[in-house]
């Protein structure tokens, strides 16, 4: 076949695509296992890491000075019939395509080349360029169609894919998708771990695999420094969530598969929404307190695949445990005329920052009870390992934030409860680590449950510190451990019966003036306040409670058991 049979456009330029979308293009090993190639018998001469190299077009010529004309990625096809015979000039001639960027050479033999020179193969190996020789004569014309066929069809797709990634989160931006959806759509598309973070390099979100949640997150804030300061990025892509010359954070895609729209192209496109989200909602939580406030919810809710993730989260969060006393809190505060809680984080932050703490707030719910109280966990860490200074310290953590609440409320009920501390040891051994990761994790949700079952521990009552510890409510601790053994539950529902039928046919505030009654058992002056009666009602109330339960309030094993049978029906109603 000679090569005026093939096309050959020698002496002008080859018009080829200019796309943008490098990660689509075929490679050179791809392109060689197309159809057309079949016939030719296609020997791979020079292979290796030359074979990963793109290939953009296909230039047929036989010319010497083909370089000229290349503009890189393309794949020459020619006969050789053109080329140096001197091997000096023949090794220059690779070296040139070699420099311009070709993707590789495909010579076919028996029209010039009866074998493969030497020189030519060692100067492609040398200038790490692919070699492939094709044994028998094939038409260059069907190999181009073909391979040229494949570079559209990929380029077709990538735009289509483009297509479905911007018409994904302009969807997502336009219905006011949660930061954490997108960042989770974000890490759907691209089959790898995706994560928000915050211009000073704290986690707001992270789309991680559970088995790699701890590796990932653990010292990400120094991590992600480096990364960003490496040239390559040490394999990630990163772009900034910014808008209106503002800048709020950025969105990393750590190392995974490519993605036909580019993963740039997804991540730009998800940062548009992300920044759009934070244009409509200016007064919106920070991005720093939302990362904080979401790690706390997932320890309250289980949701970690291990106790050492936990911490990985916390310390990307911007809230390192490590050398600290940790302390599980809940802060009760009223819920307002308008039903709105009184914002709980900006408070702890500052009332933190007067101790030379850190405080990690969760999210802020009402407490079922009716009493209009809004319910907020905390982790606060206290630096250093003395337990009795961190004690201390905390004390005077929770009266600040209460002055600050009751500041910032239209009413005065405000308290702040407080779980006991928790040394956190180093990092190794991991066992004592997590160890105390687990019995912080445990405070917290304890906290929670006894402020829900407990009414003295929501009660407003201002004694110093007095009142305010879970420590001091070992009753209510028991029972809260104890939660969903089955008889204890039978134990409650036998002891309650008659008082919740009596209250479900007719009404009323039995459940709440027994509550009351239990929660002050010597002093029924108190009980009548705390039940918000008069003395002469409450002690109507309490001849009605012993004749539907059939007990005698100066028993005190019968006060217990309805004590134990109160708390425990709490919890499970959801206190």
Not at 506 to 522: I, W
Request: glycine residues 10%; aromatic residues 4%.
């Amino acid at each position: 076949m000679q090569v005026s049979d093939r096309r050959d456009v020698d002496g002008s330029r080859t018009e080829r695509p200019t796309a943008d979308l490098p990660a689509v293009l075929p490679t050179v090993s791809e392109v060689l296992t197309l159809d057309a190639f079949t016939p030719g018998a296609p020997v791979v001469v020079v292979g290796g890491a030359a074979l990963e190299a793109s290939v953009r077009w296909v230039h047929v010529s036989d010319s010497a000075d083909v370089a000229r004309l290349l503009e890189g990625g393309e794949l020459l096809l020619s006969t050789g019939s053109g080329w140096p015979d001197d091997p000096r000039r023949l090794a220059l001639f690779v070296t040139q395509l070699a420099e311009v960027g070709a993707a590789g050479i495909v010579l076919e033999l028996g029209a010039h080349y009866r074998y493969v020179p030497a020189v030519l193969a060692d100067a492609a190996r040398s200038a790490d360029i692919a070699l492939i020789v094709l044994h028998r004569e094939v038409k260059f014309v069907t190999i181009t169609e073909a391979v040229h066929r494949r570079i559209i069809a990929d380029q077709t797709a990538a735009l289509e894919a483009r297509d479905a990634v911007r018409t994904l989160f302009t969807g997502l931006a336009l219905r006011g998708a949660p930061t954490e959806f997108i960042v989770e759509q974000v890490g759907l598309t691209l089959a790898a771990p995706v994560v928000l973070e915050t211009v000073g390099h704290e986690v707001v979100v992270a789309h991680v695999g559970g088995a790699a949640e701890t590796r990932t997150l653990r010292d990400w804030a120094r991590r992600s420094r480096s990364a960003a300061a490496a040239p390559d990025r040490d394999g990630r892509t990163i772009v900034p969530v910014e808008a209106r010359g503002i800048r709020w954070g950025w969105l990393v895609a750590l190392p995974g598969p490519a993605h036909l729209a580019g993963r740039d192209a997804v991540l730009e496109q998800a940062a548009t929404a992300l920044a759009l989200g934070r244009l409509a909602d200016p007064g919106g939580e920070e991005w720093s307190r939302l990362g904080r406030r979401r790690v706390v919810d997932a320890l309250i809710d289980g949701r970690f695949t291990g106790l050492s993730a936990v911490a990985a989260r916390l310390d990307a969060a911007g809230m390192p445990l490590v050398g600290t006393v940790a302390f599980a809190a809940v802060a009760l505060v009223s819920s307002g005329q308008g039903g709105d809680a009184v914002p709980v984080a900006a408070a702890a932050d500052i009332a933190a920052a007067a101790i030379g703490a850190r405080v990690v707030c969760g999210t802020s719910t009402t407490v079922d009870d009716g009493s209009a109280l809004v319910r907020t966990p905390l982790i606060l860490a206290v630096a250093g390992r003395a337990t009795s200074a961190a004690d201390n310290r905390a004390d005077a953590f929770t009266v600040a934030l209460e002055d600050a609440l009751r500041a910032g409320s239209t009413s005065a009920r405000a308290r702040v409860v407080l779980g006991p501390g928790t040394v956190i040891p180093a990092l190794e051994p991991a066992a004592e680590y997590e160890r105390a990761v687990g019995v912080l994790v445990a405070g917290l949700r304890e906290t929670i449950d006894l402020v829900g079952a407990d009414e003295g521990l929501r009660g407003s009552s201002r004694r110093g510190a007095d009142g305010r510890r879970v420590a001091e409510r070992p009753l209510t601790r028991v029972v809260a451990a104890l939660r969903d053994d089955h008889r204890l539950v039978a134990h409650a529902e036998r002891m309650l019966d008659p008082l919740l039928a009596e209250t479900r046919a007719r009404g009323g505030d039995l459940l709440d003036v027994l509550t009351a009654l239990l929660a002050h058992p010597s002093n029924r002056t108190a009980a009548a306040e705390a039940a918000h009666l008069s003395r002469s009602v409450f002690y109507q109330r309490i001849a009605l409670l012993e004749d539907l339960l059939g007990v005698d309030f100066d028993d005190g094993e019968q006060v217990a058991a309805l004590h134990v049978a109160v708390l425990t029906h709490r919890l499970h109603a959801g206190g």
